[in-house]
């Protein structure tokens, strides 16, 4: 079997998205499945640069006359054409495939070539705004509105969870949409749990790892971790993995011994990768309030690892995680909250064992391969490719 992947990212790589598009990429290559790996980020490309220039000059003569700042890149016309773009000379190039794989909703070689269309991803961008409460501009319609085109002309729809499936269930007239459970974004084997409890058992580390310091919660995190070592003699650290200070105002930033900034750790370079993996294995739990997006996918590494996790009940956790079975679900944003389940957490030894341990076994069949080879069962099922 052929395919060619899309993402908007490099698949080969790492740190794109979490390490989603990098495992499933090498999951199918372990299905001998021949995989041909597509970057759709234009940035750089010789007609993006183009677009660029003429948008520049039109943007210079619009501000002769009106005030106003420009578009966000991600969010121009000229960024779709300049993908797009990229999609209809790759399929027209490569043609002998068995089917286009794409990890976006927001593009598609449907109207460029006759190979069977599939997308999996986590949200549609019409989801993604009904999240964050954002009322639909005329201009996020017609980004819905493509997302639609996409979805209801594909062969297959997979999505990383049950609450985006039920969400294009419900909304588009796609007939094919089933959710596929991602792997765990991680190289590291499983690790002996009673050893590794006991290890980390008496540590002082509070561990965050996240990109976007507002979408994740950073600012209630930090409130909530001076709130919770107050009342623990000040003897605790947080560590903040992939948030640079600078992306945070001066309440949250001023210098404090206790709060650790670890900025991006790079796990294709092996001393990152190493600080990265200490980080987790040394923690003695993981706090996340974040606001709703996206379910990070950290949350399985850490919990592989032994890692009690606290984190706020948004986004599809609740299809993941198990309420007081192995995870914390906070059900507000309230930094007093969140430093109230810290301190019971850590002052609730047989409470914070068991978490650790049912999340390191709720983590243990995770495991990508399983993820291409149910990925080829519903090919299979759909008769889009042969047994």
Same mark, same amino acid.
Request: some cysteine; proline content about 5%; glycine content about 6%.
């Given at each position: ?9 490099? /698949? ?57 700042? /420009? ?49 999996? /991803?986590?949200?549609?961008?019409? &989801?993604?705004? &009904?999240?964050?409460? &954002? ?71 509070? +561990? ?12 209630? +995190? ?80 850490? &919990?592989?690892? /032994? ?81």
């Amino acid at each position: 079997m052929k395919i060619n992947l899309f993402s908007l990212g490099d /698949c080969t790589n790492i740190n794109t998205w979490s390490g989603l598009p990098y495992y499933f990429y090498h999951s199918l290559i372990g299905q001998s499945i021949d995989v041909r790996p597509i970057d759709l980020d234009p940035s750089g490309s010789m007609t993006y640069e183009a677009l660029n220039r003429v948008t520049r000059a039109r943007d210079r003569v619009a501000r002769l006359f009106r005030s106003g700042g /420009c578009d966000d890149v991600a969010r121009t016309r000229r960024y779709r054409i300049a993908v797009n773009h990229r999609v209809r000379s790759v399929v027209q190039t490569y043609r002998d495939v068995d089917l286009n794989l794409f990890l976006t909703f927001s593009f598609s070689s449907v109207r460029y070539a006759p190979a069977p269309v599939v997308h999996f /991803c986590d949200r549609t961008y019409e &989801q993604h705004l &009904q999240e964050i409460g &954002q009322t639909p501009t005329r201009r996020d319609r017609s980004y819905i509105d493509v997302d639609r085109y996409n979805i209801e002309r594909a062969d297959l729809v997979l999505t990383t969870g049950e609450l985006c499936a039920d969400f294009i269930r419900s909304r588009y007239r796609a007939t094919r949409v089933f959710c596929l459970r991602a792997g765990n974004s991680t190289e590291v084997n499983p690790p002996d749990p009673a050893r590794l409890i006991a290890e980390k058992a008496d540590s002082t580390d509070i +561990l965050f790892i996240g990109k976007g310091a507002h979408k994740r919660g950073v600012d209630i +995190l930090i409130r909530a971790f001076r709130m919770f070592n107050a009342r623990n003699d000040g003897r605790f650290s947080l560590h903040l993995v992939g948030i640079r200070p600078d992306e945070l105002s001066d309440e949250f930033r001023a210098p404090d011994p206790t709060i650790l900034f670890h900025g991006y750790l790079d796990r294709s370079v092996p001393a990152d990768l190493r600080r990265y993996s200490e980080l987790i294995r040394g923690a003695r739990m993981f706090v996340m309030p974040m606001r709703p997006g996206p379910f990070p996918g950290v949350i399985r590494e850490v &919990q592989l690892q /032994c890692t009690p996790v606290i984190i706020s009940d948004v986004s599809g956790g609740p299809e993941i995680l198990r309420a007081e079975h192995d995870a914390v679900l906070v059900d507000n944003l309230e930094p007093e909250a969140f430093a109230d389940e810290m301190y019971r957490l850590v002052h609730d030894g047989k409470r914070w064992r068991s978490l650790a341990i049912n999340g390191h076994t709720a983590r243990l069949n995770t495991t990508w391969s399983s993820t291409a080879e149910t990925f080829l069962d519903l090919l299979r099922t759909c008769n889009l490719v042969g047994d």
